[in-house]
């Protein structure tokens, strides 16, 4: 397991495979990590679906809205919802969408992010500038690349649970 620097800023997901932890970058993108963070100590993001996983890209999750519980999953739902919470303005920085990186999920409005994020599986820089960096995975990586691959997945793997270190 990594060494966990600063535990409020991190965060330990759980995924069938192994325990994954993400650094939050509270110094580059302040709003999307204390969001992560909120939505995390309230549970919303336990059992959310990744509905959106594709191969060399990225692994999608975190609508909070569509994907919460089992009974209430539908793929032709999931992804197009969010929290209750207000959408968050773009927080955009020089830090590259490198293998690994977190990056927040929107619309086509810059200014639409609120609970759904990505985690690349590649460099995939052609996203630099358009979509808020603001975490990176610090540990277990190997799990993330095992997510089942889908748009959405015939079936989903899910966050099992997502805590923030310091709660742990």
């Not at 793929?75 to 955009?92: H, M, N």
């Amino acid at each position: 397991m990594a060494d966990i620097k600063d535990p409020e800023n991190t965060i330990v997901l759980a995924l069938n495979d192994g325990e994954v932890l993400i650094e939050l970058l509270a110094d580059v993108a302040p709003k999307h990590a204390e969001r992560m963070k909120v939505l995390a100590r309230a549970g919303a993001y336990d059992n959310v679906a990744f509905h959106r996983v594709i191969e060399g890209f990225m692994a999608q999750t975190g609508d909070v809205e569509h994907a919460n519980m089992e009974k209430d999953y539908n793929p032709r739902r999931a992804g197009t919802g969010s929290s209750d919470l207000p959408d968050l303005p773009a927080e955009f920085s020089k830090l590259p969408h490198d293998r690994g990186t977190l990056g927040a999920a929107r619309s086509a409005n810059p200014n639409s992010a609120n609970s759904q994020f990505f985690i690349n599986f590649s460099d995939n820089h052609f996203l630099n500038g358009q979509y808020t960096v603001y975490g990176r995975v610090i540990s277990g990586m190997e799990h993330v690349d095992k997510i089942a691959r889908g748009e959405p997945p015939a079936n989903p793997d899910r966050m099992i649970s997502v805590k923030v270190a310091s709660d742990v």
